[in-house]
Antibody, heavy 124, light 111 residues
Framework: QVQLQESGPGLVRPSETLSLTCTVS????????WSWIRQPPGKGLEWIGC???????NYNPSLKSRVTISVDTSKNQFSLKLSSVTAADTAVYYC??????????????????WGQGALVTVSS | QSVLTQPPSASGTPGQRVTISCSGS????????VNWYQHLPGTAPKLLIY???QRPSGVPDRFFGSKSGTSASLAVSGLQSEDEADYYC????????????FGGGTKLTVL
């Protein structure tokens, strides 16, 4: 059974860079795509982006200029960096495994395993 | 404002059947598969339905997903108190180099 665990600072100052790491156990990071999703307080889920072990990435167009997702296959981890943060970036950040495929003219991408989430607060 | 449109709330009494809608466009639901997630406060979201109508192992067959054109629906039959949660639809969107879009979420209340 795959398990994912987010880690990183719970408090980030405005204008700085938010950095989180997701450690994957029970599965090789080389077998799937991996994603970051967030939920601001009182709001819905927002997809941030995803990456494959070959470093193929896709990002939310609204966050693309500030987001970098990377993977470290030697540590079975992937990471999120979000620059120039503001209070609007305060959220619970989840990492998730992506089941991604293309067939019969349709893309399929579902998040079949999630981490427990990490609350990141942006405040001075 | 979310790309996929869901009603903010839905409700039903125990044993009833409730349906949650998800409306999109030709670049997302109209072209690609739809997934549904169940989210209980303080826990990780859970994949409930994938590929429009498939249930992962362990999901009761009381949950039923369907898709038609640019809309999708999640039906919950035999409503139980533990079904009270937030439900989100999601799909791949072909625009802007491809990305995932979520609905705004529907809070299901069991009366």
């Amino acid at each position: 059974q795959v398990q994912l665990q987010e880690s990183g600072p719970g408090l980030v100052r405005p204008s700085e860079t938010l950095s989180l790491t997701c450690t994957v156990s029970g599965d090789s990071i080389s077998n799937y795509y991996w994603s970051w999703i967030r939920q601001p307080p009182g709001k819905g889920l927002e997809w941030i982006g995803c990456i494959s072990y070959t470093w193929t990435t896709n990002y939310n167009p609204s966050l693309k200029s500030r987001v970098t997702i990377s993977v470290d296959t030697s540590k079975n981890q992937f990471s999120l960096k979000l620059s120039s943060v503001t209070a609007a970036d305060t959220a619970v950040y989840y990492c998730a495994r992506v089941s991604y495929s293309y067939g019969s003219g349709s893309y399929h991408a579902d998040f079949d395993n999630w981490g427990q989430g990490a609350l990141v607060t942006v405040s001075s | 404002q979310s790309v996929l449109t869901q009603p903010p709330s839905a409700s039903g009494t125990p044993g009833q059947r409730v349906t949650i809608s998800c409306s999109g466009s030709s670049s997302n639901i109209g072209s690609n598969t739809v997934n549904w997630y169940q989210h209980l406060p303080g826990t990780a979201p859970k994949l409930l339905i994938y590929s429009n109508d498939q249930r992962p192992s362990g999901v009761p067959d009381r949950f039923f997903g369907s898709k038609s054109g640019t809309s999708a629906s999640l039906a919950v039959s035999g409503l139980q108190s533990e079904d009270e949660a937030d439900y989100y639809c999601a799909a791949w969107d072909d625009s802007l180099n491809g990305h995932v879009v979520f609905g705004g979420g529907t809070k299901l209340t069991v009366l």
